[in-house]
């Protein structure tokens, strides 16, 4: 497998990973998640059902290790690319990988400040 194959696998599962933290905290049914979110509840149950099973032994299907481990975004992205951050409230923060990590550190402080993450 490439590293690139490798990079994009992993990214997927952590932009999946995040969506279902996300479905988790809104309180909403799947369906209702996925009409709002413009996905398919087919979709979302092939990678509910893949990343739990991959919980039972994260290291041996998933590069990055378990979704509750930090993992270091500049080894992954090789050049600049859009980053989605979906916050606990379910807004999503969208910025290039290039952006200003000062700007990011003030714009993440007034979102904590109005109750947003």
Same mark, same amino acid.
């Given at each position: 497998? *490439?590293?690139?194959? *490798?990079? *994009?696998?992993?990214?997927?599962?952590? *932009?999946?990973?995040?969506?279902?933290?996300?479905?988790?905290?809104?309180?909403?049914?799947?369906?209702?998640?996925?009409?709002?979110?413009?996905?398919?509840?087919?979709?979302?149950?092939?990678?509910?059902?893949?990343?739990?099973?991959?919980?039972?032994?994260?290291?041996?299907?998933?590069?990055?290790?378990?979704?509750?481990?930090?993992?270091?975004?500049?080894?992954?992205?090789?050049?600049?690319?859009?980053?989605?951050?979906?916050?606990?409230?379910?807004?999503?923060?969208?910025?290039?990988?290039?952006?200003?990590?000062?700007?990011?550190?003030?714009?993440?402080?007034?979102?904590?400040?109005?109750?947003?993450?």
């Amino acid at each position: 497998m *490439s590293k690139a194959h *490798s990079a *994009s696998q992993a990214e997927r599962r952590q *932009s999946w990973r995040m969506v279902l933290d996300t479905w988790k905290v809104s309180g909403l049914s799947v369906r209702q998640f996925c009409q709002n979110e413009g996905l398919t509840q087919g979709t979302f149950y092939y990678w509910r059902r893949k990343l739990s099973a991959s919980c039972e032994n994260p290291r041996a299907s998933d590069p990055v290790g378990a979704s509750d481990e930090f993992v270091d975004v500049t080894s992954l992205i090789q050049s600049p690319t859009v980053l989605d951050l979906v916050l606990r409230s379910g807004h999503a923060l969208r910025m290039t990988t290039a952006t200003d990590p000062h700007l990011l550190s003030q714009v993440l402080q007034v979102l904590q400040q109005v109750g947003l993450c």
